[in-house]
Antibody
Framework: QVQLQESGPGLVRPSQTLSLSCTVSGVSISDGNYYWTWIRHLPGKGLEWIGHIYYTGFTNYNPSLKSRVFMSIDTSKNRFSLNLSSVTAADTAIYYC??????????WGQGTLVTVSS | DIQMTQSPTTLSASVGDRVTITCRASQSVRTWLAWYQQKPGEAPKLLMYKASTLQSGVPSRFSGSGSETEYTLTVSSLKPDDFATYYCQQYNSYPWTFGQGTKVEI
């Protein structure tokens, strides 16, 4: 079955860059039927769509984060990644990677807590 | 951005109850609307898409309806496993946006 697993540091210093990867198994990330998504759950708030990436490298980002977000994809490793620059405490959240199936997120990673603190 | 507003924020219910959650969009999302269930410590799980289509494996006690700006998720008879937080999400236009969540509690 399809599985996604996030990895990366759980603690990032303010003003630094948050970097996460998502390793996908059970499906090829080059499958043209899907986009690959990053979503975060901010404490005490709801879910925020960060953006997604297609296997070709085409991306759509949330305009609220667009100036700080960069996503990449490595089809040889079946993995995609998120970089979020100039982080502040407001970026502390649980970060999820997910598979976007025509707009719905039908498979999710377990999530990883990233804390921004000095 | 399309703003999604769910009501109620919290819903107290009992096993066997019929419950309904409402999701309102700030503009029409043309039934491009999904529902998710999230339990503590877990990732959200897709329940419904295209407003009323049940995701594979989801029990038939869940149903969805709606059009344009107003949508509902109904659980016909609550099971213990259904106590969770529910989110709606529109995918009519970028950026995809979620409601703030409805917690169904005992």
């Amino acid at each position: 079955q399809v599985q996604l697993q996030e990895s990366g540091p759980g603690l990032v210093r303010p003003s630094q860059t948050l970097s996460l990867s998502c390793t996908v198994s059970g499906v090829s990330i080059s499958d043209g039927n899907y986009y690959w998504t990053w979503i975060r759950h901010l404490p005490g708030k709801g879910l925020e769509w960060i953006g997604h990436i297609y296997y070709t490298g085409f991306t759509n980002y949330n305009p609220s984060l667009k100036s700080r977000v960069f996503m990449s994809i490595d089809t040889s490793k079946n993995r995609f990644s998120l970089n979020l620059s100039s982080v502040t405490a407001a970026d502390t959240a649980i970060y999820y990677c997910a598979r976007d199936n025509r707009g719905t997120q039908d498979n999710w990673g377990q999530g990883t807590l990233v804390t921004v603190s000095s | 951005d399309i703003q999604m507003t769910q009501s109620p924020t919290t819903l107290s219910a009992s096993v066997g109850d019929r419950v309904t959650i409402t999701c309102r969009a700030s503009q029409s999302v043309r039934t491009w609307l999904a529902w998710y269930q999230q339990k503590p410590g877990e990732a959200p799980k897709l329940l419904m898409y295209k407003a009323s289509t049940l995701q594979s494996g989801v029990p038939s006690r869940f149903s969805g309806s709606g059009s344009e700006t107003e949508y509902t998720l109904t659980v016909s008879s609550l099971k213990p496993d259904d106590f969770a937080t529910y989110y709606c999400q529109q995918y009519n236009s970028y950026p995809w946006t979620f409601g703030q969540g409805t917690k169904v509690e005992i």
